[in-house]
C-alpha cells in the first residue's frame, strides 16, 4: 500500500496491514484521527499539553493492542475506549482534579425548570466573550469525568448513545442519565453567566 | 403536555430523537409555557457551544498535532526498545532469589515466642504476573496463623 494510496482506504484495512508490519498503515490512522481524539482529550483534561500526550500515549497503546481489535467493530469507538480511560487516568493524576461533589437533584425529573431567561447561543457569544468561556470551561471541569467523557462524544463526536455505550463500557441508559446531568450543569453555567 | 413531559421531549429534540409527530405538541407547549421555552433554548445552546469551547482550544494547538505521528512513532521504538533491551538480571533469577529469602526467612524466624514451630510441609510459593508485565509477586504462604510474605519486584527493584 503506497502512502498516497491510504487516504481512502477503510479502517479495517488498515488495521490489516498495520498488524502485517506497514507502519505507515498505522499513520495514516493517527492522521485520520488525531484531531477528533484531541479534541475529547483536550476537553477532559482540559489542558492542551496534557492532551498531547494523552493522544499520543493513546496511539502507542492502541499499536500494541491492534491485535485484540475485533474486525467488524468501530476503530474509532474501539480507540476511544482507551482514549478516554488514558485522559481519566491522565486527569485524576493532575493537580487541576479535585473531588467533585455530585448533585443527584439533576437525576430527578421532579427537578423543577429554571426561571426564563435568555442563554447565549451560539459559539460567536463565545468568542466575543472570555468569561463566557471561562465560566463554560468551570462548568466541563467540575463534572464528574465519565459525564465529561459522555457529553464530549455525544455533543462534540456527534456520537450514538450505543457507540458511546461501547467506548464507555456501560449501558445506554446511563449514559442517558450522564448526559442528562452534564447538559443541566452546562446549561446552568451558561445561564448563570447570562444572569451575571 | 405538562411541563414534565415536555421537558423530556426538549432533550429528545436536542439529540434529534424526537418523533415527527410530537413536534407540533411541543412547539405549542413552548408557546405557552416561558420556562420550558427558556428550557429548550438552554438546552439546545449546550451542544454547539460545547463543541465551538473545544474547537477554539484544539485550534490553540493544531499546529502542533502535525508531529502527532512524530511522538507516536517515538513513544512506538521506545516500548520496543524496552522490551528488546535485557534486564540486567534475568527474570527468572528472582524465583532461586525469593526462594532463599523464604528460607533464611523461616531460619531465622524467632523462636523464643508461644507460637508453635514452623511446619515446613505447609508452605507454599507461586508467582504470578501483574497487569503491567514488569512486576511479578510471590506469594510465600507458611499455612494457617502465619503471616503471608508478599514480594512484588518491579522493572528489577524490590
Same mark, same amino acid.
Given at each position: 500500500m503506497t502512502e498516497r494510496g491510504? =487516504? /481512502?482506504?477503510?479502517d479495517d484495512e488498515l488495521i490489516r496491514a498495520t498488524l502485517g508490519g506497514d507502519e505507515g498503515a498505522f499513520r495514516e490512522l493517527v492522521e485520520r484521527y488525531k484531531g477528533r481524539a484531541f479534541g475529547v482529550a483536550v476537553g477532559i483534561v482540559g489542558d492542551g499539553d496534557d492532551a498531547m500526550d494523552v493522544v499520543q500515549d493513546s496511539f502507542v497503546k492502541a499499536y500494541y493492542k491492534l491485535k485484540e481489535f475485533r474486525f467488524g467493530a468501530n476503530f474509532y469507538t474501539w480507540f476511544y475506549r482507551l482514549l478516554v480511560n488514558q485522559a481519566i487516568d491522565r486527569w485524576r493524576k493532575s493537580s487541576r482534579s479535585s473531588e467533585v461533589r455530585f448533585d &443527584?437533584?439533576?437525576?430527578?425529573?421532579?427537578a423543577s425548570p429554571p426561571d426564563s431567561f435568555a442563554y447565549p447561543k451560539t459559539p460567536e457569544d463565545l468568542a466575543s466573550s472570555r468569561e463566557l468561556g471561562d465560566a463554560l470551561q468551570r462548568a466541563i471541569a467540575a463534572l464528574p469525568e465519565h459525564h465529561r467523557a459522555v457529553i464530549l462524544l455525544r &455533543?462534540? &463526536? /456527534?456520537? =450514538?448513545y450505543e457507540e458511546i455505550a461501547k467506548a464507555l463500557d456501560c449501558s445506554v441508559g446511563t449514559v442517558m442519565s450522564r448526559l442528562h446531568y452534564a447538559r443541566g450543569k452546562l446549561k446552568e453555567a451558561l445561564g448563570k453567566h447570562r444572569e451575571g | 403536555m405538562d411541563c414534565r413531559t415536555a421537558r423530556k421531549r426538549i432533550e429528545e429534540k436536542v439529540d434529534g430523537l424526537l418523533p415527527r409527530e410530537a413536534e407540533g405538541e411541543l412547539a405549542a407547549h413552548l408557546a405557552a409555557c416561558p420556562a420550558c421555552a427558556s428550557e429548550s433554548e438552554g438546552m439546545s445552546a449546550v451542544g454547539p457551544m460545547l463543541a465551538a469551547f473545544v474547537g477554539a482550544r484544539a485550534a490553540e494547538k493544531a499546529p502542533r498535532l502535525d508531529a502527532m505521528w512524530t511522538r507516536v512513532r517515538a513513544g512506538i521504538e521506545e516500548r520496543r526498545e524496552a522490551e528488546r533491551r535485557p534486564s540486567w538480571?534475568?527474570?527468572?533469577?528472582?524465583l532461586p532469589a525469593a526462594l532463599a529469602l523464604a528460607v533464611l526467612a523461616l531460619l531465622f524466624?524467632?523462636?523464643?515466642?508461644?507460637?508453635?514451630p514452623f511446619n515446613p510441609r505447609s508452605f507454599e510459593v507461586s508467582f504470578e504476573d501483574v497487569e503491567s508485565d514488569t512486576a511479578t509477586v510471590a506469594l510465600v504462604d507458611k499455612g494457617e496463623d502465619l503471616p503471608r510474605v508478599i514480594w512484588i519486584i518491579e522493572d528489577g527493584k524490590t
Amino acid at each position: 500500500m503506497t502512502e498516497r494510496g491510504k =487516504a /481512502g482506504v477503510p479502517d479495517d484495512e488498515l488495521i490489516r496491514a498495520t498488524l502485517g508490519g506497514d507502519e505507515g498503515a498505522f499513520r495514516e490512522l493517527v492522521e485520520r484521527y488525531k484531531g477528533r481524539a484531541f479534541g475529547v482529550a483536550v476537553g477532559i483534561v482540559g489542558d492542551g499539553d496534557d492532551a498531547m500526550d494523552v493522544v499520543q500515549d493513546s496511539f502507542v497503546k492502541a499499536y500494541y493492542k491492534l491485535k485484540e481489535f475485533r474486525f467488524g467493530a468501530n476503530f474509532y469507538t474501539w480507540f476511544y475506549r482507551l482514549l478516554v480511560n488514558q485522559a481519566i487516568d491522565r486527569w485524576r493524576k493532575s493537580s487541576r482534579s479535585s473531588e467533585v461533589r455530585f448533585d &443527584e437533584s439533576w437525576l430527578s425529573e421532579d427537578a423543577s425548570p429554571p426561571d426564563s431567561f435568555a442563554y447565549p447561543k451560539t459559539p460567536e457569544d463565545l468568542a466575543s466573550s472570555r468569561e463566557l468561556g471561562d465560566a463554560l470551561q468551570r462548568a466541563i471541569a467540575a463534572l464528574p469525568e465519565h459525564h465529561r467523557a459522555v457529553i464530549l462524544l455525544r &455533543e462534540v &463526536e /456527534g456520537m =450514538a448513545y450505543e457507540e458511546i455505550a461501547k467506548a464507555l463500557d456501560c449501558s445506554v441508559g446511563t449514559v442517558m442519565s450522564r448526559l442528562h446531568y452534564a447538559r443541566g450543569k452546562l446549561k446552568e453555567a451558561l445561564g448563570k453567566h447570562r444572569e451575571g | 403536555m405538562d411541563c414534565r413531559t415536555a421537558r423530556k421531549r426538549i432533550e429528545e429534540k436536542v439529540d434529534g430523537l424526537l418523533p415527527r409527530e410530537a413536534e407540533g405538541e411541543l412547539a405549542a407547549h413552548l408557546a405557552a409555557c416561558p420556562a420550558c421555552a427558556s428550557e429548550s433554548e438552554g438546552m439546545s445552546a449546550v451542544g454547539p457551544m460545547l463543541a465551538a469551547f473545544v474547537g477554539a482550544r484544539a485550534a490553540e494547538k493544531a499546529p502542533r498535532l502535525d508531529a502527532m505521528w512524530t511522538r507516536v512513532r517515538a513513544g512506538i521504538e521506545e516500548r520496543r526498545e524496552a522490551e528488546r533491551r535485557p534486564s540486567w538480571i534475568p527474570r527468572w533469577a528472582w524465583l532461586p532469589a525469593a526462594l532463599a529469602l523464604a528460607v533464611l526467612a523461616l531460619l531465622f524466624y524467632p523462636t523464643g515466642t508461644a507460637r508453635s514451630p514452623f511446619n515446613p510441609r505447609s508452605f507454599e510459593v507461586s508467582f504470578e504476573d501483574v497487569e503491567s508485565d514488569t512486576a511479578t509477586v510471590a506469594l510465600v504462604d507458611k499455612g494457617e496463623d502465619l503471616p503471608r510474605v508478599i514480594w512484588i519486584i518491579e522493572d528489577g527493584k524490590t
